[in-house]
């Protein structure tokens, strides 16, 4: 090896992957879909499926993630994704098939298409992003809206005898015996992110693998929804959403 090349491997830097696209991002300040965003690139470009890649956004706040990863994509009706990415998996399986779903998108209207999709055991990867509240459109209650928690639609807090209790989809999902990995992660700090990445490289790994379907949840954060800083959401989300989504592997065949 070169002198110039050691020089080289040993002062690399950080880069931008290069499938993220030159453009901003539409997001707030502090949420954690540009993290998954920058994660989706990382994995796709370093496993060599920048060509096979078909990823399938819904409607919400994931909806424009066709602007930033250069992979092909589908727009899917609301709730629908799992129903479009089950088509054409089915009909071009030599691609790896993802859909980029909201709380709202995959555990409210798509409940169904989601759970049938993985119940099939479609040969597809499911990233489900949960702030427990619709970020998008005001700020109202998601099915995964906490006891308690506020929003434009409880302002006095969720309740159980009138809202009902928060959807835990996940772990219905790590019940079905079409999913072949379910896990819960998030990307508050550089351990969870480089956790997150792990996962989803595992799921990506799945599909190639044709093993079924792989549900990654990310807990995240919705700073402008919860009326909170970055850092105050953190916080909250650490001290709120995790006892009722734990972090952790919920299942891995």
Known sequence: MEIEDIICQ????????????EVHMHYCPGCSHGVIHKL?????????????TVGISPVGCAVFAYNYVDVDWVEAAHGRAPAVATAISRLWPENVVFTYQGDGDMSAIGTAESIHAANRGENIVMIFVNNAIYGMT???????TLVGQKTATTPYGR?????????????????????????RQAVHTPAAVRKTKACLKKAFENAIAKKGTSVVEVVATCNSGW?????KANQWMEENMFPKYPLGDLKNV
């Open 40 to 52: 989706l690139a990382e994995v796709i470009q370093e496993m060599g499926l920048t060509e096979k």
């Open 227 to 231: 009326k909170m800083s970055p850092e």
């Open 138 to 144: 005001g700020g109202q209650m998601a099915p995964t």
């Open 10 to 21: 040993e002062n690399k830097v950080y880069s931008k992957p290069e499938l993220l696209e």
């Open 159 to 183: 309740r159980i005898d009138l809202n009902g209790h928060p959807l835990e989809i996940t772990n219905l999902m790590a019940i079905l015996d079409g999913t072949c990995y379910v896990t």
